[in-house]
């Protein structure tokens, strides 16, 4: 067969076309460290790194989750211990007070410590993460609590259900008693309202037809048909003391995050569950175990020498303490769970990397010699070929 030199000249083009494109792709992966460094290299490869790499995306973001979670579950778990020592503390002192022991005069100042302790859980239900409230549920914008009014009945002649709602302000625990029978919004009935322990009293007339007490700075609205008793000197009949009471206004649902694909957990706390206080939807309080109210009743009885009362409170704040130590434990659970969730997912993203750059990464000690070999081989190609293409007929003659 008859090989011409147009043949000759177009198959040595062609070897050194291949040879050079050769070494020109694993110039690049040498360059890149990958095998793959377009879907033209590996179709089949690329489909399969596109895919894992968008669930390593979806791993990063529930670990992402995981962590900002743990922050927040760690600050609540953290500032509830201290929870937990205050109404040790404060368990200690109504313990005192209830004995009997003391002078008015000693309750009152011990009154004025118990504050302190209710200050404290006060902030503490406050904690924020940033500017998120941990314990206002989902509504994390604002304070889990504000202050607002709240009510200690003296007696059973009257519940918090006869209390619609409360208004103002007050600087101190102000009492409140009747002193005519009759029913809310039928009778007129008189009233006196004293701030100085009962010193000095004011005096009020509510009107037939009305349901608001007017106490100055503070506006009190018993329910219509409440029947009311005169107070007399030994603590029976209609009274009452209005004074501050810490108000939920968080969510009563807490706000969850997604941890994985089929798993979400609460990353913030119901405050109301834990520390109770007075629901802002309706005016009362919440259920017992209510560690607010407990406390702003017995710094009540405190400051009005009332040692048995103080003995129920002593009783109703072992509850309350109770309720927060469940509240961290469920606290720690969630904390616990969601750090072995990261733990896994870690693990899970670790090993997905693994086969992503099984399929993408070169392998280098293998990647150098195949290059060199290809430059050996794109060497070889020109020599020859440069050594047919210079020869003719002339050479032979």
Request: hydrophobic share 35%.
């Amino acid at each position: 067969m008859r090989i011409s030199t147009a043949q000759i000249f177009s198959l040595s083009l062609n070897q050194i076309n291949s040879s050079l494109n050769n070494v020109t792709e694993l110039t690049i992966m040498n360059a890149s460290q990958k095998k793959v460094n377009s879907p033209s290299d590996d179709p089949a490869g690329m489909g399969k790194m596109v895919e894992l790499s968008g669930y390593k995306q979806s791993l990063t973001g529930y670990i992402d989750n995981c962590g900002v979670a743990l922050d927040y579950l760690d600050t609540a778990d953290q500032v509830l211990s201290t929870a937990s020592e205050t109404i040790t503390a404060a368990l200690e002192l109504a313990e005192q007070a209830s004995t009997e022991t003391y002078t008015d005069e000693e309750l009152r100042m011990m009154a004025l410590e118990m504050e302190g302790y209710l200050d404290a859980l006060y902030s503490i239900a406050n904690t924020q993460m940033g500017s998120d409230s941990i314990f206002a549920g989902d509504d994390t914008g604002d304070n889990a609590y504000e202050m607002g009014l709240g009510v200690t009945l003296a007696n059973e002649s009257l519940t918090n259900a006869d209390f619609v709602g409360m208004t103002g302000e007050v600087d101190a625990t102000m009492a409140v008693r009747f002193t005519s029978d009759g029913t809310v919004g039928t009778d007129a009935l008189d009233y006196e309202y004293s701030t100085d322990g009962g010193e000095t009293w004011t005096t009020g007339t509510l009107a037939a037809g009305d349901t608001v007490l007017d106490l100055g700075d503070a506006q009190v609205e018993l329910a219509t048909g409440t029947a009311i008793t005169a107070a007399d000197d030994d603590g029976n009949g209609s009274q009452f003391y209005l004074r501050e009471a810490c108000v939920y206004t968080g969510s009563s649902k807490a706000m969850s995050v997604s941890v994985s694909e089929s798993t979400s957990e609460d990353m913030t706390t119901v405050g109301s569950d834990i520390f109770g206080g007075v629901d802002e939807s309706t005016g009362q309080p919440f259920d017992s175990p209510n560690l607010f109210e407990t406390l702003s009743n017995c710094i009540v009885y405190m400051e009005n020498g009332d040692s048995d009362a103080v003995a129920q409170c002593l009783e109703d704040l072992g509850d309350c303490h109770e309720t927060v130590e469940t509240g961290a434990a469920n606290v720690g659970a969630r904390e616990n769970k969601i750090t072995y969730t990261q733990t896994s997912l870690s693990l899970v993203k670790e090993l997905t990397s693994n086969s992503i750059s099984s399929i993408e990464d070169a392998d280098a000690t293998q990647l150098v010699t195949e290059l060199e070999q290809a430059n050996y081989v794109y060497q070889a190609v020109l020599s020859t070929s440069a050594s047919v293409m210079s020869m003719s007929l002339l050479d032979y003659i």
